[in-house]
């Protein structure tokens, strides 16, 4: 039993020495930030302790790995790096960083394919692809005021870090397109069986009940709103500039 207390021991201590390497490939800008991938691993926990109530095969261990880094380097210039996609820069920190804490180059693949399933257009099959893919935009989803706080914190960190200025009627349709196009995907991402009598999952509904709330929203209110973030966010930044670094569009 000891042994097998400090072989747990030293599990822990890899996994949070691995979250705090983690940690530094993220920047404190409004929405792509280390409290964005805390949220994702929230929610995927909460969704594989349901597939093991329930016997869905999954691998807990390839899922963390994929969140921890599915964002690493977001701020930073990909191109400037060889890369074409944010995700193909994140999926070469996170092979870098577990090739040193030595593992496999099959787990390493698996955590790298998870990762890439995040991306817009990305492909998914496993469950550990899928649950990745849900985690990352499982803000769409949850109580309504956590995805406001998100959507407003994406409109700020894109105008700043992509020079893209949106009109709040511009806005709101680009998050409908965004929402409809990952709602049509419901079925394809769907891992454990929480339909309603319609087919459609609860993950699907809350993204429809929160698109449908924002787009009913007064623009004059959502200004003011954007203008109270920004406020806030810079004052606890002590009017710092966080956004040192543009990725290339």
């Given at each position: ?19 705090k390497t983690a940690s530094k490939y ?224």
């Amino acid at each position: 039993m000891e042994k097998e207390f400090e072989f747990k021991d030293s599990m822990l201590e890899k996994e949070v020495s691995l979250e705090k390497t983690a940690s530094k490939y993220y920047a404190n800008i409004p929405f792509h930030n280390f409290d964005h991938v805390k949220d994702t691993l929230k929610y995927a926990e909460g969704i594989m302790k349901e597939c093991e109530k329930t016997g869905i095969a999954i691998n807990k261990e390839v899922v963390r790995k994929a969140l921890l880094f599915h964002d690493a380097g977001y701020h930073e210039n990909k191109r400037a790096k060889g890369f074409d996609t944010k995700e193909e820069y994140s999926v070469s920190i996170n092979e870098d960083e577990l090739k040193k804490e030595g593992y496999s180059p099959e787990f390493i693949k698996d955590v790298n394919m998870a990762i890439m399933a995040t991306q817009k257009d990305g492909k998914f099959s496993t469950n550990e692809q899928k649950l990745a893919r849900m985690s990352d935009i499982s803000n769409m989803a949850g109580e309504y005021e956590k995805f406001l706080d998100c959507n407003l914190r994406l409109k700020n960190e894109i105008k700043y870090m992509s020079n893209k200025k949106f009109s709040w009627t511009e806005w709101k349709k680009a998050t409908k397109d965004t929402m409809e196009f990952y709602m049509s995907q419901d079925e394809a991402m769907a891992i454990i069986n929480d339909r309603d009598e319609k087919g459609k999952t609860s993950f699907c509904n809350g993204i429809k009940q929160n698109m449908g709330r924002f787009l009913s929203e007064n623009e004059d209110v959502l200004q003011k709103a954007q203008e109270e973030f920004e406020k806030n966010f810079y004052s606890e930044n002590n009017g710092s500039q966080v956004f040192t670094q543009k990725p290339a569009t």
